[in-house]
């Protein structure tokens, strides 16, 4: 099985798949290696992605917390519960930090995300809501039913850490917090998952359903967020673009991710197998 991470690693803009990596992945994906897409988006926009991959594939989304069929039906989902949701709101609020959370609209129908509008929004709130308001409802976060699988925020770096030290603080344990900096927006995007959620944790899901080891995974990634499966998996690529802290713990770095950098990964795993 190969799991590769999105942005920065698969996709260029406009969520373009290169066209030599793309006949590569196709190739790979024919002669029985398992595609599989591992990504901290919601299912909508990864959907944009694999529909310019050109085949269908399984899919970890949400960072872990949901895991897609081929077919759009849902092999596996992790909810936050209404009182965290409504803890993290108070806190959101108490700071005037609006919170969006995301949910499976794929599966249950209505809308993707929901903006909390109890607190001022910034411009990066606007600019989000705007680009993608046919599939997002603004209202007040603590009447939806539980079903949100991650929630999220934009802010400036300082203020995010400060919101990040609070929920530890107050819900130690609870929950795992990625900060990540701005990608297309002036602001740091911060993602709130539960504390068991992580990309690896969704792909060992699929492991299960197609009974793949650990030996027989290999995962690219470019960012912190990629780390926990990274550093699971017994092959391990990092992206030449992404975040250099993660070089200790990969097998090899590859070449930038709108250069066909994955081709070199889609060598070393036809390589491996032949040796094999």
Sequence with gaps: MLALDLDGTLAIDNHQVLPATRDALKHLHDADVEVVIATGR???????????????????????????????????ESSFSSRQINELAAIAR???????????????????????????????????????????VATDITTQPAEFVVASTFGEESNLQAFRDRIDAQHPGEYTNIIVPPFNT??????ISQSAISKWQGLQHLMTHFDI??????????????????????HSVAMGNGNKALHPHVTFVCG???????????DYIQHHNARC
């Design 42 to 76: 919601r299912y909508r926009s990864t959907r944009y992605v694999i529909d310019n991959l050109g085949f269908e594939v399984f899919a970890v989304c949400n960072g872990g917390a949901l895991v897609k069929m081929p077919d759009t039906s849902t092999l596996h």
């Design 94 to 136: 108490d700071m005037g930090i609006p919170l969006m959370a995301q949910r499976d609209a794929h599966d249950r129908g209505g809308a993707d995300f929901v903006i909390d509008d109890q607190s001022p929004w910034r411009h990066s709130f606007h600019q989000y809501f705007d680009a993608n308001k046919q599939w997002g």
């Design 186 to 191: 002036d602001d740091y995007y911060m993602e």
């Design 213 to 234: 080891p650990a030996e027989a995974l290999c995962c690219v990634g470019d960012e912190l967020n990629d780390l926990s499966m990274l550093m699971a998996a017994t």
């Design 256 to 266: 930038n991710h709108d250069e066909d950098g994955i081709l070199e990964v889609v």
